[in-house]
């Protein structure tokens, strides 16, 4: 018996065969290139039909498919927004994957829910019935698990704190994806750093090297490895935000553990200690004591891990 899991994410499909315990037994990533819209669905179909096929082959039957998708997943519809994908406003991912699958049950569910299931199968979270991943990368999500269960909200939208208000007052650049996000994610990272070459003239150092327009979150961080003094004032800031985001979460929740992960986590590892102690100013004294916060165990696969364990859960009920 086998489970098939897609993670599908703004720039490729990532695709694994896990075993019931959790060992992947092939795994391959497909680029999506140009692809939007209804191609980027049809990729998937073909991609999940090669791996049921070649499954087969090998005697080994999937039982099971779960996919992991960049924004919404309507529960009631089988309908997904994904808003790094053009064309995927309501796209009607759940019909377009059954059509393929015949009798094999298919569920799909949001990336950042996906990242804490993969965590409980097989990461960080294992044990746990309350814990957060806080998820940094382009943009900015959090899944989170209460009392064993994925808290998904009235419309599937839970966990979508790249529109935490961290700041006052209100900005119109904020309406695109939020405040949180618009300083703290890798795209607020380089946003955040333009701006302030564009604003300080007699900055010389190695990020002003790079055309403005081509600065991404990679070459910050390995400016304020170098102890580049405009890398660094854009990397604190991003502390602070992230520190205020956990203690809000902490409060709110009172998680045993709060799990960073995405692509900024990555080069921000480093930087746990000090996110911690910002935390500890904001956060209830209590709980912020009590709650363990580290880094995913899983890095780059935790949502495919957790496409795999919404497949075992699927096939299980």
Not at 136 to 147: E, F, K, N, W
């Given at each position: 018996?086998?489970?098939?899991?897609?993670?599908?994410?703004?720039?490729?499909?990532?695709?694994?065969?896990?075993?019931?315990?959790?060992?992947i037994i092939e795994k391959n990533i497909t680029f999506l290139g140009n692809r939007k819209g209804a191609d980027v669905g049809r990729l998937i179909s073909e991609k999940i039909c090669e791996l049921l096929d070649s499954r087969e082959h090998e005697g080994t039957e999937i039982k099971s498919v779960g996919i992991s998708v960049p924004g919404i997943s309507h529960s009631d519809s089988g309908t997904v927004w994904a808003p790094n994908i053009p064309g995927w406003e309501e796209y009607p991912l759940l019909a377009e994957v059954k059509a393929v699958c015949s009798k094999i049950p298919v569920n799909i569910d949001s990336d950042r829910a996906c990242?804490?299931?993969?965590?409980?199968?097989?990461?960080?979270?294992?044990?746990?019935?309350?814990?957060?991943?806080?998820?940094?990368?382009?943009?900015?999500?959090?899944?989170?698990?209460?009392?064993?269960?994925?808290?998904?909200?009235?419309?599937?939208?839970?966990?979508?704190?790249?529109?935490?208000?961290?700041?006052?007052?209100?900005?119109?650049?904020?309406?695109?994806?939020?405040?949180?996000?618009?300083?703290?994610?890798?795209?607020?990272?380089?946003?955040?750093?333009?701006?302030?070459?564009?604003?300080?003239?007699?900055?010389?150092?190695?990020?002003?090297?790079?055309?403005?327009?081509?600065?991404?979150?990679?070459?910050?961080?390995?400016?304020?490895?170098?102890?580049?003094?405009?890398?660094?004032?854009?990397?604190?800031?991003?502390?602070?935000?992230?520190?205020?985001?956990?203690?809000?979460?902490?409060?709110?929740?009172?998680?045993?553990?709060?799990?960073?992960?995405?692509?900024?986590?990555?080069?921000?590892?480093?930087?746990?200690?000090?996110?911690?102690?910002?935390?500890?100013?904001?956060?209830?004294?209590?709980?912020?004591?009590?709650?363990?916060?580290?880094?995913?165990?899983?890095?780059?696969?935790?949502?495919?891990?957790?496409?795999?364990?919404?497949?075992?859960?699927?096939?299980?009920?």
């Open positions: 018996m086998a489970l098939l899991g897609i993670d599908l994410g703004g720039t490729k499909v990532a695709s694994a065969v896990f075993t019931e315990n959790g060992s990242y804490i299931m993969g965590e409980v199968w097989q990461g960080n979270a294992r044990g746990c019935r309350n814990a957060i991943f806080l998820a940094v990368g382009t943009g900015i999500g959090a899944g989170i698990l209460i009392d064993g269960e994925v808290l998904r909200g009235s419309h599937d939208i839970a966990g979508a704190i790249g529109w935490m208000a961290l700041n006052r007052p209100f900005r119109d650049e904020y309406l695109s994806c939020g405040c949180f996000e618009h300083y703290a994610s890798g795209a607020g990272i380089a946003k955040t750093t333009r701006t302030y070459l564009n604003e300080d003239i007699t900055y010389s150092g190695d990020l002003r090297k790079i055309p403005v327009e081509k600065i991404t979150s990679h070459e910050v961080f390995s400016a304020f490895e170098q102890g580049d003094h405009l890398a660094a004032t854009v990397i604190r800031q991003c502390v602070e935000f992230w520190g205020m985001a956990v203690a809000n979460l902490v409060s709110l929740f009172n998680p045993e553990k709060i799990i960073l992960g995405g692509g900024v986590f990555g080069p921000a590892i480093s930087l746990i200690p000090a996110i911690k102690e910002e935390a500890s100013r904001w956060a209830q004294p209590v709980s912020i004591r009590q709650v363990n916060i580290g880094a995913s165990s899983l890095a780059g696969d935790a949502g495919i891990y957790g496409a795999g364990y919404l497949a075992l859960k699927n096939w299980q009920e």
